[in-house]
Nanobody, 127 residues
Framework: QVQLVESGGGLVQAGGSLRLSCAAS????????LGWFRQAPGKEREFVSG????????VYADSVKGRFTISRDNAKNTVYLQMNSLKPEDTAVYYC????????????????????WGQGTQVTVSS
C-alpha cells in the first residue's frame, strides 16, 4: 500500500507562485510515473503534469505549459509541482497520483493508469 500526502496549497494572488509537494510512504517509492491532476468546482478532474521515474520524461497539459514545472526526488520520496504565473482558472484541488506500471508518456494524462491517489490540496488564485 502507498500513501500520498500533498502539501503546499493555499491562497495566492494572480501572477503569484506556489510549490506543491507530494510525499509518498508505504511501498518502496519506485513508481514508474507520478502525476498531478486537478479538479475545479463543478468540473471533472483533469491532468496537469506527469513525470517518469528518472525524470527524463515530463508531460504537461497545454493550459499549464511554460508556467508549471514538475520534478521528483526519489531519495526523498517526493514529487513537486512548481506553479508560476498563476491564474484564477488554476483554482482547484490538486491531487498527486502514482503509477506502478510503465506508462508511455502519451498515456500520462489518463487517470486509469494510476494506482494510488492523494487526498488533494486546495489551490485558490484570486484575481
Amino acid at each position: 500500500q502507498v500513501q500520498l500526502v500533498e502539501s503546499g496549497g493555499g491562497l495566492v494572488q494572480a501572477g503569484g507562485s506556489l510549490r506543491l509537494s507530494c510525499a509518498a510512504s508505504g511501498r518502496t517509492f519506485s513508481a514508474y510515473v507520478l502525476g498531478w491532476f486537478r479538479q475545479a468546482p463543478g468540473k471533472e478532474r483533469e491532468f496537469v503534469s506527469g513525470i517518469s521515474w528518472s525524470g527524463s520524461s515530463t508531460v504537461y497539459a497545454d493550459s499549464v505549459k511554460g508556467r508549471f514545472t514538475i520534478s521528483r526526488d526519489n531519495a526523498k520520496n517526493t514529487v513537486y509541482l512548481q506553479m508560476n504565473s498563476l491564474k484564477p482558472e488554476d483554482t482547484a484541488v490538486y491531487y498527486c497520483a502514482s503509477s506502478y506500471v510503465p506508462l508511455h508518456s502519451s498515456n500520462y494524462y489518463s487517470e486509469q493508469g494510476y494506482n494510488y491517489w492523494g487526498q488533494g490540496t486546495q489551490v485558490t488564485v484570486s484575481s
